[in-house]
């Protein structure tokens, strides 16, 4: 009659009702709560009530439902000791309750679910256009941001006639990634005549809500203006969005005025940064013009004449063209061999490895894995060990050393280290690009692997 997380979800509604005290919200959280419990134990004294009308009527049968309790009973101590419970019976109730829980959500606030579209390609545009810029609506709070970098949370009045560009992202995202040198032109040239930026780090992996890993990326980015950490997804949900990179352009009173999903149109997005300036009485401002640097790091622009190979996710739970015998191991260890031949774009893994839904864990060294791609770049977000041990790696390309076409992370010999969460570019193609065979081999345990990208 009492479920474990029921004790927990009412001391998280009486901690909310102590700490913001009366108010409507509160009243109706605790409500729903009372009304669920009682219709659970109502359900529960009419269902009890006719099974012991029934067992009443015929005692034998009584007789063979306690042996069957008693086989139950036996059979959750062997699940149990078996691990059973923790794996098996865990995954079937949290495919069922996550399944209920976003139809319900779905139902209040569709196409609100954080994630429900993944990062743009190089060519995705979705774009509102300058001309006329209608108003989409108000700018919703910022209230709900975990943390801020940079500065203190900014006031209405800070932003009150202000024009106001927010960018989602987070720091392990390739699309962001090669978006945010335009972002930060865009601050740096126009913060004196009128323009405002937020950026709002909406985390996709569970290191990304660390304020340690985040400190540190806007540090190494070069990052000057205001980010809020959205850990919770308040701010996301707020303006209703689905996509890493976005960027939503406000006006001096306050209204969303146009917004752009994805990489590109740079240019399109300065004209409306300076059409909305200029609205709101700001005169003498510089040359249009954008030209980031293009080095030959991860914020380089993408080789979209020759990318042929999506975004993969390594956890199980969004996994695709997964090629090793006998597939996952779901949230157990297992040991890995890779096929002889893959197929383009699919991957595997070799060695024992425990993957889990968001990523795969090295148990012991050396483990390998491999994905047939075509792009000029590909980039694979890792992390090192628990204990925060770096990793050692070797990159290979058709199985010899890179050469001229190793990545920022990796030396002419493949070679490199794992030290923090974060993306790393492994291989740069130099010369004509081609469809090759890419191998990382890991020579000490523990690292995670989250996900590939290309460009």
């Known amino acids: 009659l ?57 005692l034998g049968a009584g007789e063979w ?36 829980e976003q139809s319900l ?14 990062s743009m390609t190089a060519n995705g545009s979705l774009a509102a256009k ?14 709900g941001a975990t943390a801020w970098i940079n500065s203190p949370p900014p006031s209405p009045q ?12 987070t720091y392990s995202c390739i699309n962001c990634l090669r978006a945010l040198p335009y972002v930060q032109g865009w601050y740096a040239k126009y913060k004196d005549h009128g323009l405002v930026v937020i950026g709002v780090h909406a985390p996709e992996f569970a290191f990304e809500k660390n304020l340690g890993n ?25 303006f209703n969005n689905q996509y890493w990179p976005a960027h939503y352009f406000v006006d001096s009173q306050g209204q969303i005025r146009a917004h752009h999903f994805g990489e590109g149109n740079y240019a399109e997005s300065e004209v409306t940064i300076r059409q909305l300036l200029s609205e709101a009485g700001y005169t003498d401002l510089p040359p249009a013009g954008i030209e980031p640097a293009r080095g030959a790091g991860v914020q380089a622009p993408a080789d979209a004449a020759h990318l042929q190979s999506p975004e993969t996710y390594v956890g199980y739970h969004r996994a695709e063209n997964f090629s090793s015998g006998g597939g996952f191991a779901q949230d157990s260890p297992k040991d890995y061999l890779a096929p002889s031949v893959l197929a383009l774009n699919h991957w595997a893994l070799a ?17 390998k894995i491999e994905f047939r791609f075509f792009a000029r770049d590909l980039h694979l977000v890792l992390g090192p060990a628990s204990d925060g041990k770096p990793v050692r790696y070797r990159v290979l390309l058709d199985g010899a050393v890179p050469v001229t076409s190793h990545g920022v992370d990796a030396d002419a ?5 794992v030290k923090e969460q974060r993306l790393y570019q492994l291989i740069r193609q130099s010369g004509d690009v081609r469809e090759h065979v890419f191998s990382i081999e890991f020579l000490d345990g523990g690292v995670q692997a989250y996900s590939f990208t290309f460009g």
């Open 2 to 58: 009492w479920a474990p997380c029921a004790g927990p979800i009412l001391g998280l509604l009486l901690t909310g009702a102590a700490i913001s005290g009366p108010n409507p919200r509160t009243t109706l959280l605790l409500f729903v709560y009372a009304a669920g419990a009682a219709t659970s134990l109502a359900i529960a004294i009419l269902a009890g009530g006719r099974v012991f009308g029934l067992l009443k009527k015929s």
């Open 351 to 367: 060695g024992s490895w425990l993957v889990d839904p968001e990523k795969a864990v090295l148990r012991t060294a050396p483990g």
């Open 413 to 417: 010999n493949g070679q490199g280290v």
């Open 214 to 238: 985040v400190r540190r990326a806007v540090a190494d980015l070069g990052i000057a203006y205001p980010v809020a950490l959205d850990n919770d997804y308040a701010i996301w949900q707020g």
């Open 65 to 100: 439902i306690r042996r069957a309790l008693g086989v139950a009973v036996l059979f959750a101590v062997a699940a149990i000791a078996f691990g059973w419970d923790s794996s098996v019976l865990t995954r079937w109730s949290l495919a069922g309750t996550n399944r209920l």
């Open 105 to 118: 959500i779905d139902g209040i606030k569709p196409d609100a679910r954080p994630g429900a579209s993944m």
């Open 130 to 143: 300058p001309a006329g810029l209608p108003v989409e609506g108000d700018i919703p709070p910022f209230s």
């Open 158 to 169: 800070e932003l009150r006639g202000k024009v106001v560009l927010v960018d989602f992202w």
